[in-house]
């Protein structure tokens, strides 16, 4: 098949463009770097070196003997946009290509602007070139469980059976998004549906957990295969975090009481369940939804798993609790179905302290270079709006 990846340069981007090329697909990307831009501007770096895009292309032309096809640019670029789906004519589209920051969504104005234009009007020039130039392509687009918040009821992938004043219907299940980026993918997804039902296109949206990882098998051992591994307060995820605090000795940060519940995935997992979305499409004209994760824990479960595996490596690793600088529950249920991506064949990897032995592993040789970005580790974005760096209450 032939895949564009949009965002391949990213933290899934890239790993996938290789798992994809192990397997003998003809893989594209387009890509505009504004996620290494994003992680400069908040005093970030990925923990893990990585390589500029011209070493990248270069490492996939050696391993896989062909020259990859490759735009750089902008999806509020129609111009650009359309004429790289055009000449590249996908069969299939992984949708890589948004902001995925709560924290930077919430900044402010502009920030909240950026993030909306980026994803909405990015994903809406994604469909209506694929509308005009590919019309039998696949549109797989990268959504969030953060799309559906934490409501008081299992959650559903995607649609369920509603009963209201003795009529039923079969209804998208009602989002709760809790930030202004997680808001920007409930417009996605509505508008991804939109263009299934009137222009016949065909879709599959990933409700994703949060991932973790460092590597996956088609990697190898030469650095230019390697992903990113951010762990500011914007762009790193909790346990990338536990995980960079431990190895320099500062204590890992819960938020608030700890008991927020969410979906994780390992890396390799996240690969698997896009490859095997990609390799099976729905027929046109149809939008479905999948949840995809692996098991959900507590953010204060996540961080003993991470003690634990610490401790086995030799390191002596604490935890403690800062303000919750978000609005949201601390403790809530949390029930979400994924039973799609298994009957489709995904086969979780379900260890995740041997990953998380292997993250810290990786890590360990970039321990200075964590250090040096140690400040970025403690938020100070407040969802009510202002900066103010949140203090420890243990």
């Known amino acids: 098949m032939r895949v564009l990846i949009v965002g391949i340069d990213g933290y899934l981007g890239w790993p996938l463009a290789q798992h994809l090329a192990e397997r003998g697909h003809?893989?594209?990307g387009l890509d505009a770097f504004l996620r290494r831009e994003w992680?400069?501007?908040v005093g970030g770096t990925s923990a893990i070196p990585i390589s500029d895009f011209v070493d990248r292309r270069g490492r996939f032309r050696e391993r896989w003997g062909k020259e990859m096809f490759f735009r750089e640019a902008n999806l509020v670029d129609w111009e650009v946009t359309s004429e790289t789906i055009q000449t590249f004519q996908p069969d299939a589209l992984v949708h890589l290509g948004e902001c995925p920051s709560a924290p930077f969504s919430m900044i402010d104005v502009h920030h909240c602007n950026l993030v909306h234009t980026n994803n909405v009007i990015g994903t809406l020039n994604i469909l209506h070139a694929l509308r005009d130039f590919a019309p039998d392509c696949h549109l797989i687009k990268?959504?969030?469980?953060?799309e559906y918040g934490t409501p008081k009821m299992p959650i559903p992938e995607g649609f369920a059976e509603f009963e209201y004043r003795g009529y039923r219907d079969h209804l998208p299940f009602p989002r709760q998004a809790g930030s202004w980026y997680h808001w920007s993918k409930v417009h996605d997804s509505n508008n991804v549906m939109f263009?299934?039902?009137v222009w016949g296109l065909r879709s599959t949206d990933i409700m994703q957990g949060v991932v973790y990882g460092t590597?996956?098998?088609a990697m190898g051992e030469d650095p230019r295969s390697w992903t990113r591994l951010d762990f500011d307060q914007c762009f790193g995820t909790a346990i990338?975090?536990?995980?960079?605090?431990t190895l320099?000795?500062?204590p890992m940060t819960l938020f608030g009481r700890g008991y927020q519940k969410r979906g994780f995935l390992p890396l390799r997992d996240s690969i698997q369940?896009?490859?095997l979305v990609v390799e099976n499409p729905p027929e046109p004209g149809h939008y479905r939804v999948f949840n995809q994760f692996e098991e959900a824990y507590t953010i204060a479960e996540l961080a003993e798993r991470v003690r634990r595996v610490a401790i086995r490596l030799g390191l002596t690793p604490k935890i403690r609790h800062i303000e919750n600088p978000r609005i949201e529950a601390e403790e809530h249920f949390y029930e979400p179905e994924h039973q799609g991506l298994l009957d489709l064949g995904y086969q979780p990897t379900r260890d995740m302290e041997s990953e998380i032995a292997t993250m810290l592993r990786d890590l360990e040789p970039n321990v200075d270079r964590v250090m040096s970005f140690k400040n970025t580790l403690v938020p100070d974005i407040r969802w009510r709006g202002g900066r103010d760096r949140c203090s420890f209450v243990d």
Do not use: K, S, Y
Request: some cysteine; charged content about 30%; overall charge negative.
């Open 26 to 28: 003809e893989v594209g």
């Open 39 to 41: 992680v400069d501007e």
């Open 142 to 146: 990268l959504g969030t469980m953060g």
């Open 195 to 197: 263009a299934c039902r």
């Open 215 to 217: 590597r996956i098998d």
């Open 240 to 245: 990338n975090r536990f995980c960079c605090q």
């Open 248 to 250: 320099i000795g500062e």
């Open 273 to 275: 369940c896009m490859t």
